[in-house]
């Protein structure tokens, strides 16, 4: 069979695209800046007819320009492309397609950004992410490894039957060695490119954690540990078994409608014993007409809670946004109207304008969906006294809390009265989404075109250097007893929620 010949080296489309572009850039700097009369956000381009390498190189050529947090992030274009362009032309070369897909998801977790992300839109390359996953993930080990506050790595979940437990792991092993290296080497070495993005560092470990216990079904993996109480360390060598990946299931820390959907009502509210209101809110939208559900308006929901919690004279409040997957961010600040006393600064939203070239704050009416007035942000306006609850509220939060939903922490850990409670911060992605690029194969890139800024237009919540998000005030432990407990179903984190509440008191 004949080889194709070799390709022309990419960097050379990249480079003409690279040097147009900061032609453009320093136009832009040399003539006097253009009040734009109005907001022309970046355009979803089409380049899935373009070659593998010529796609690549249009794509970041778009994100280098397009892509709101390149400074905020420090990213450095020139050093990706010139490690992932020669991965993509050796793909092509190849006919790989399974090495293609998986350079393009590993270029996109470079950005460390839960809203940058590269969705399958095809049957054909639906195929090609099973066979990725029949490569590097479908077989399990039966466990659950998580680190402790003592840096310690156990087994806090042992399937029954599984691979671990017939070598006599048992759940609250210490796992000393994997494949032969010391377990914090194994770790820093896994592969995971078929991981959810992952903003922050400490995220990074728990999905390198996630699949550590992975494999290709039948694959071996020697392993040494310890059980609790146990005088001596054993080894054993496991066999992955097909699981329909159990382990990843339940250690999923995406957001709502990732892991589970549509659901018949967006907030749900009830008092818990202690007269302790309870609100969990799963995302700042209105359910969709076409869905089945309830389909009053999220913000009358979330305030009709506020008004029962208010006329039972709760002792507190709860508002569980975990895996609350986000949506608007004026529905945020009117739903912190509901325990604000004076009005309060949320944000401004800035975004690439290319009827001028700069990144300009503009005001979104979200009711037409226009962007309707310069330099105006987005405020909360208390309600009126009666409507309002003033007494300690808290609000839970997990890693899975993306994007509006961590405007909800963020308002909430503002309030005087206010905490946040969590083993986990919120993701650290609180960008604007809706820029994109289709690419060969069947898969749409998308990235966020805006950023949102806090009161002196610096950017807010998202991520960098590994740290982002909005952090839990009062942290859960992560001692063995409470992470073996939250596998189990017990909800550790809310009964550390309404243990602070009884301790901040009433108003």
Known sequence: MSRPLPLPAPRYAFALALIVTLALLLLVTLTPAAQAEELVLPAPQDLSGLSWTGAFAELHTKMMREYAFTTWK?????????????QIARAQWSGDQLAYYLTLRRYTQELRDGHVSISAEIPQAQAVLDAAYARLADGGFGIVPQRLDSGAVVAAWIQPGGPAAKAGMKAGARIVRWRGRPVNAAVARVDIALSPSFPTDARRDRERLRFL??????????????????ASARTARLIAIADDRITLTM?????TLVTEGWPEKVVEHQILPGNVGYVRVRFELDLPAV????????LQL????????????????????????????????????????????????????????AWEIWYCDEATGAFTQRDAGIWIHPLS???RYVGPVVALVDNGCVSSGEGVAMGIRRLPHGKTVGFHGTNGSFG????????PGGYVVGWPYGRSLSASETVQ????????GVAPEVRVPATWRNVSRQLRGRDVVLECGLRELAEMGPR
């Open 74 to 86: 420090g990213i450095d274009w020139p050093a990706l492309y010139d490690e992932y362009a020669p």
């Open 385 to 387: 006294a009666d409507e």
């Open 302 to 357: 979330f305030r009709k809670a506020v008004a029962d919690f208010i006329a039972a004279e709760v002792s507190g409040v709860v508002v569980d946004v975990r895996a609350n997957s986000g949506g608007s961010d004026q529905m945020v600040a009117d739903m912190m109207a509901s325990f604000y006393d004076q009005r309060s600064f949320y944000e401004y939203g800035e975004y690439l304008n290319m009827a001028s070239g």
């Open 213 to 230: 216990t992975r494999a290709r079904v039948g694959a071996t993996r020697v392993v040494t540990f310890r059980n609790r109480g146990a």
């Open 432 to 439: 604007m989404v809706g820029d994109q690029a289709a690419m």
């Open 251 to 255: 250690t999923d820390e995406r957001s």
């Open 461 to 468: 919540i998202d991520s960098r250097g590994g740290r982002g």
């Open 291 to 298: 869905l089945p559900g309830d389909h009053t308006p999220t």
